[in-house]
């Protein structure tokens, strides 16, 4: 849960991030990624949750279904022990702590198990952990595993393999997007520098019991440290302390205890999947899985062909929707997402460190007209950066409406003055933005238009780089890029100290504000909720004066189903891999 953040949403149209003490990004967050959720637990926890508020309860209120499930394609009736669910190609990241994208991580997902788990509320309960302690002073952490869980090579799953796992997180070669620092585990920083050759903080009490112990009282540890589990055995027996580049050979060659195993990975194309006969949940219904790479420009006719069960991506607009109502045969799950789409600038870049211009760009965009245009009623203009299904959330700031000529004053006073052919310089520099788009993708489809007029009206170029999701995630980790739009997708934790905390794991833009950093070190020193709520809120505000990002949008996600699967449980925070063991076909 530390990563997925991570992410992530968090899918685009066609790609997707997320955020949070677990995030993932992509281009636009689709209905799940990122973020490890739940099933039956068999203890009460005594560690702290998040009690839900009443947007949240309203998180997965609208579901439409099937009015004919006769009318379900030939091609899907036929697949009687087969599910297909479409999505946005891999990155081949299949290790539940190096996955990255929205995608790889609903592989992870199937794949992978997780101490703990989201439920439908945005609250926390057991799953390889059937119960846990907090001590008195908050510092101490007592996890008892499950004994009935097991590896599908047959090991078992035991307290070592979470001190390994919690271990690699903290070696200095690991670069995936977890970050294990903020948990504050007792001797992580030696061994992260390699001044000690084991984290103190880490305690395998016996096969089944291990204790961990922080430095630091913090909200997000539970999640920091109750995420995904990858076995010792397998994972760790060419492990030496400072190289982890052995583990990144394996990624294609993934090895868990969740509910299905993966059986093959064509790039481009498909993973297959198989039940895992000998999972601890329950045998999983459906024998076969297929996760499928769709666009958004076949989706929807996949599933109108029965090529599909499900589209992770369809773009949330009336048309949409009442298309796919008039289909007859599909289940349609509608829900605020808890993510959020935003186009992200570089701040390494000296234009965008002064955040008049920022401010600038951000006036001088019809935010509206975008997201009017992509979702048609489906999704609402946002100025912070979180979902209104989140305690955190706050609406208590400037909403930036659309101004050229408040964003032509910004940058006549951050001295971008007009030249003789109509574009802005600066000491000699044209002010021209080489925008990262990923295609297809529907919203960049409309933002590239809309800005190209908007900014030329205010003097500055406006060019456009497309290509594909994986293509972009490349260049704007390389730093090669002005702008670009993804999105997040946000885990329950408001926290995003990975994500805007100066030198964060997931902070690939290079924001850095010292306000920033001591209101995101303040909110994870306080455990409750009703005292973390107005930190968050000065944090909102300081990031819309301060904005790292054109915030853009917060959609509703879409989950069509064909209504042959049934037994899902889905929400804004609880995504489809968390339910897939207990779906079976009708």
Known sequence: MSKKLNVVLSLLLSGTLVLSACSTKSADPPPDTSSPQPSASTAPSTAPSAAPTPEQSKASDSFIPASDKSKSPAAAQSRTDTLIIGMQDFKGLFNGIYGETAYDNYVNSAIFDSLIQVKKDGTYEPSVAKKWEVSDDKLVYTFHLRDDVKFTDGTPLTAEDVAFTLTVLHDKSYDGPSDIMKAKIKGGKEYKEGTASEVEGIKVIDEHTIEITTTEVSASTLANIGDVIIPKHYYG??????????MKELHQKPLGSGPYIMEAYVPGQEVRFVANENYFKGKPKIPKLIYKVTSSDTNIQSLQAGETDSETQVTVSKDNVELLKSLGFLDINLFPTNGYGYIGFNHNDPKFKDKRVRQALTYGLN???????????????????????????????????FNLEKAAQ?????????????????????????????????????????????????????????????????????????????????????????????????????????????????????????????????????????????????????????????????????????????????
Do not use: C
């Not at 027996?237 to 052995?246: A, M, N, T, V």
């Open 410 to 586: 910004l940058l006549d006073e951050a001295g971008w003055k007009v030249g003789a052919d109509g574009i802005r310089e600066k000491d000699g520099v044209k002010f021209k933005i080489h925008f990262l788009a990923t295609t297809p993708n529907p919203v960049n489809d409309v933002i590239i238009p809309v800005a190209q007029e908007n900014y030329k009206e205010l003097g500055i170029a406006f060019e456009p780089d497309m290509l594909d999701f994986n293509a972009v995630k490349e260049k704007q980790k390389k730093g090669d890029f002005d702008m670009f739009f993804l999105a997040w997708q946000l885990t329950p934790d408001p926290d995003s100290t990975n994500v805007f905390g100066t030198n964060g794991s997931q902070n690939e833009i290079g924001y850095s504000n010292p306000k920033v950093d001591e209101l995101l070190a303040k909110g994870l020193l306080e455990l409750d909720i009703e005292k973390r709520k107005p930190i968050y809120h000065e944090l909102y505000k300081e990031l819309n004066e301060d904005p790292p990002y054109i915030y853009l949008y917060q959609r509703t996600d879409i989950l069509p189903i064909n209504a042959r699967a049934q037994g899902w449980d889905v929400s804004s925070f609880k995504r489809f891999p968390y339910s897939l063991y207990h779906v079976s076909i009708n």
């Open 237 to 246: 027996k060419d492990y030496k302390q400072g190289s982890l580049d052995y």
């Open 367 to 401: 935010r509206e007209e975008i997201v009017e245009a992509v979702y048609q009623g489906n999704a609402k203009v946002i100025n912070v950066p979180q979902s209104n299904v989140s305690w955190a959330y706050t609406d208590d700031v400037n909403k930036y409406e």
